[in-house]
């Protein structure tokens, strides 16, 4: 007999088995178009990049441009991909708490013996598990696109670079959870987690324009999330995202665990 | 046997003034016990909050002898839940949501596919393209597949058509017939009188009543229609006790009458009495006969 966490988790999956072609579909062929047109852009963009300024380039991660990891970077995974991954976590999440309280499934779901604990934490496993599809199906399109190419993008590198952006998406899952312990409408939850995410991403902005500034970068997660691509993945930032997002399912969870299950 | 549900000045009070306030009742096992009142009188607050899906304010809850916040996951092992208005998502089939609870209940399916046969459900359509009738068959069977201990059902007819409230009627004595508690909410006098032993009246969120349906029924006041083959009668009608709205039109006198019959009756046999008709009382006839009492002893 399944336990009722993974009974919970296998229906999330299957009830939003399409989500990863939705959005890992277009975000793979956006990417993989990016490291497709490389090879033939590579000098124009060097010559276009050396004319920005040090702290614009500085700023976006755009750096020289010199190879397609660095192109990947500052088209899609200094922005993009995190942002928009990100939301898709919180909106997961969203689906099997606000919104299954919104279409009556979660009085249902909670009339059967089973916790909000593992409501709340169903709701975010099926969510990690979704983006991690999401991201693999990106990074396989963008391998496929250097392929054709023959653009040269480094397997391990593309692998780091997209595998960074779990851990922050994760942490927009956990927020998701922290929000529904206040609001159960799904307006609200997918509202407050994208604004995070953007002034997440300007504070860090900010933080790296103005170098008086630079101090509040370590309050932005983006901060932490770094550029793997090129780096590597940094294990402390990326563990230290993991567990933030695991206190915040646990906060979340302990504030759904009081609340009324009323709109 | 412990009580299958026993409130004790149970509250909950909303900012806005609705909820329900200092609720004490005993709900015997087996007993098939109705919940009546009408919109926002603080049936579904009621039920939400027995379920611990709402916390109470102050006061408390035991269901099938548990507490209702302490043990909740224990008491929603051995209980099924119709909530008012059931949903589980448009996309989601009846199958689905079925085979998510019984995993969560550790519970099987052959109960439910017996079910889905009486109540001719359609477990295989996503639940957004069926009416609500069809809706509900699945949360009925959804609520009840696990034969549990206490059924709760709130507004469990809406939308189902007459044979299959007939069909309704009939698992809800068979629940019965196996010990199941019962607790219901309704608008249909005709359901409560046909299955409900007790029924609780609650008003504004206060239980105003606990009586047997005999008793709620002769509480209830009649509507009395009268065609007397020699003229007056009216008069007379209107110096009784309990009688009310005296109207003559067209040889025919109406008037609601409440209380002891008697009187009634023998100031009408005093005339020729040509036809005689009275009619069964409404839900909100009921009401307000509960409603009058306590404004009086108020």
Known sequence: ?263 | MAAAIETERLSKLYPGGHGIAELTMTVPSGEVFGFLGPNGAGKTTTIRTLLDLIHPTSGSARLLGLDSRRDSVAIRRRVGNLPGDFGFGRETTGRRALELLARLRGAGTERAAELAGRFRADLDRPLGELSRGNRQKVGLILASFHRPDLLVLDEPTGGLDPMMQEEFLALVGEERDRGATVFLSSHELDEVERICDRVGIVRAGRLIAVERVPELLGRARRKVTVRFADPGGAEELRRLAGVSDVEAADGAVSFHFGGDLDPVVKALAAHHVADLEVSRPTLEEVFLGYYEGEEGAG
């Open chain 1, 1 to 263: 007999m399944r336990s009722p966490l993974a009974s919970l988790v296998g229906f999330h999956l299957r009830e939003r088995r399409r989500s990863p072609l939705a959005w890992g579909l277009p975000l793979g062929a956006m990417s993989a178009f990016i490291v497709a047109i490389y090879p033939s852009v590579q000098g124009a963009l060097t010559k276009v990049v050396a004319q920005y300024p040090e702290g614009l380039k500085q700023a976006f991660g755009i750096g020289q441009l010199s190879s397609v990891e660095q192109y990947l970077h500052g088209e899609m995974l200094s922005l993009i991909v995190p942002l928009a991954v990100g939301y898709l976590a919180a909106r997961a999440v969203a689906s099997n708490l606000s919104g299954a309280a919104e279409s009556g499934r979660l009085e249902v779901v909670l009339s059967a013996p089973v916790t909000r604990r593992a409501v709340c934490v169903g709701a975010f496993l099926a969510a990690a598990v979704e983006v991690a599809a999401v991201l693999l199906l990106t990074l396989v399109l963008s391998l496929l696109g250097s392929l054709v190419a023959g653009a040269g993008l480094g397997v391990g590198h593309a692998l780091a670079g997209f595998a960074a952006v779990w851990p922050l998406a994760l942490v927009g899952a956990g927020l998701a959870i922290v929000v529904s312990g206040f609001s159960l409408k799904t307006s609200v939850v997918t509202g407050v987690v994208a604004g995070f995410l953007v002034a997440m991403y300007v504070v860090d902005l900010i933080g790296k324009l103005d170098t008086n500034l630079s101090g509040i970068r370590y309050a932005s997660i983006f901060r932490y999330y770094g550029n793997a691509i090129e780096e590597g993945i940094e294990a402390p930032a990326f563990l230290g995202l993991l567990a933030l997002a695991a206190l915040l399912v646990l906060l979340g969870a302990a504030l759904v665990e009081r609340r009324d299950l009323s709109l």
